[in-house]
């Protein structure tokens, strides 16, 4: 069993919809949780931090974390066609921290 | 602030080749990570420098893959002999301070190599 699990995808939503991603992990020492998104042939960019379990919304986007159950999830509300992109989610903890990310979920938002 | 910078962007090279890729982090971060990144999946921590010492090399491939940072600043990875399996994207990033996973990691553009 891989320590992060997403579904690749791709998903399709139309230009104004509230996107889902969604992640599973396994590994019990996660405390830090990001998502990345990654533009086509472009580096990931840091888009939500959050630590431990909670909710954190920023502008458009709220990351959730429920430790209780590993699950991991970002919505995105009035989706635009510039949010197109692989949304990478990850986790890190225990004695290094290293960060450890799932495969990623191709998004496309239409006009 | 200038983004993390790596060359070259594009390779292609046949197996049994070697290829080295350069990577110059942002000005003042102590952490330096290089990732793998394969078609389909996301990035798998290859090595981490903490100034110019490693962290973590534990997924590295070491009887074909070696790394280094020069003076806590750049950083050349390079593959030597090539596998058709090591065709991926290469990704640069670091960090401000050392706490790694628990910091933000700012990422280069990469580079894609293809081995034929």
């Known amino acids: 069993q891989k320590e992060v699990e997403q579904d690749p995808g791709p998903l399709s939503v139309p230009e104004g919809a509230i996107v889902s991603l969604n992640c599973t992990y396994s590994n019990s020492a996660f405390q830090y949780f990001m998502w990345y998104r990654q533009y086509s042939r472009k580096g990931p960019e840091l888009l939500m931090y959050?630590?431990?379990?909670g909710n954190k919304e920023d502008g458009r986007f709220t990351a959730q974390v429920d430790k209780s159950s590993k699950y991991i999830s970002l919505f995105i509300r009035d989706s635009q066609p510039s949010d197109s992109a692989t949304y990478l989610c990850a986790g890190s903890g225990g004695s290094n921290y290293k960060l450890t990310f799932g495969k990623g979920t191709l998004l496309t938002v239409n006009p | 602030e200038a983004g993390v910078a790596q060359s070259p962007r594009y390779k292609i090279i046949e197996k049994r080749q070697s290829v080295a890729f350069w990577c110059n982090p942002i000005?003042?971060?102590?952490?330096l990570y290089w990732y793998q990144q394969i078609l389909g999946q996301g990035p798998k921590l290859l090595i981490q420098?903490?100034?110019?010492?490693?962290?973590?090399d534990s997924q590295l491939p070491k009887d074909r893959f070696s790394a280094e940072r020069l003076k806590g600043v750049d950083s050349t990875l390079k593959i030597q002999p090539a596998k058709l399996e090591d065709s991926a994207v290469y990704l640069c990033?670091?960090?401000?301070?050392?706490?790694?996973?628990?910091?933000?990691?700012?990422f280069g553009p990469g580079t894609r190599l293809l081995v034929l």
């Open positions: 990033a670091s960090s401000l301070g050392v706490a790694g996973g628990r910091e933000t990691q700012y």
């Open positions: 959050t630590y431990s379990s």
């Open positions: 000005s003042g971060h102590a952490t």
């Open positions: 420098f903490q100034n110019n010492g490693v962290v973590d």
